[in-house]
C-alpha cells in the first residue's frame, strides 16, 4: 500500500520559513517523480513544484519561484519543500503526490499517488 505523509506545516508569519517533508512509502521511491500542490479554501488546486526521479530537474509555478526550493533524498525516501520569504497568499493545505515518470512533473502531469496534506498558515 503506497503511503505519502506530509509533515511540517504549521503557523509562521509573514516572510518566515517553513521546510515541509513528505515520506513515502510502499512504492520504490526512485522510479517516482513528486510534486507538491497546494489548495486554500474556496480556491482551486494549485500547482507549486516538481522534481524529477533523480533530483536533477524541478519545476516550479511563478507564484513561488525564487522563494521556494524542491528537493528529494532518494535513500530516504523522502522529499521536501523549503518555503522562505513567506506571504499570507502562501495559506493552504500542502499536498505532495507521486508519479511513475522519468520527466520532472509539472502543472500538467496526472500524479499516480497524493498524500493527505499538512496545513501552512501564513499570518500577516
Known amino acids: 500500500q503506497v503511503q505519502l505523509v506530509e509533515s511540517g506545516g504549521g503557523l509562521v508569519q509573514a516572510g518566515g520559513s517553513l521546510s515541509l517533508s513528505c515520506a513515502a512509502s510502499g512504492l520504490t521511491f526512485s522510479w517516482y517523480g513528486m510534486g507538491w500542490f497546494r489548495q486554500a479554501p474556496g480556491k482551486e488546486r494549485e500547482f507549486v513544484s516538481g522534481i524529477n526521479r533523480s533530483g536533477s530537474g524541478t519545476d516550479y509555478a511563478d507564484s513561488v519561484k525564487g522563494r521556494f526550493t524542491i528537493s528529494r533524498d532518494n535513500a530516504k525516501n523522502t522529499a521536501y519543500l523549503h518555503m522562505n520569504s513567506l506571504k499570507p497568499e502562501d495559506t493552504a493545505v500542502y499536498h505532495c503526490?507521486?508519479?511513475?515518470?522519468?520527466?520532472?512533473?509539472?502543472?500538467?502531469?496526472?500524479?499516480?499517488?497524493r498524500g493527505q496534506g499538512t496545513q501552512v498558515t501564513v499570518s500577516s
Open positions: 503526490a507521486a508519479v511513475h515518470s522519468t520527466g520532472i512533473p509539472g502543472r500538467g502531469t496526472e500524479f499516480d499517488y
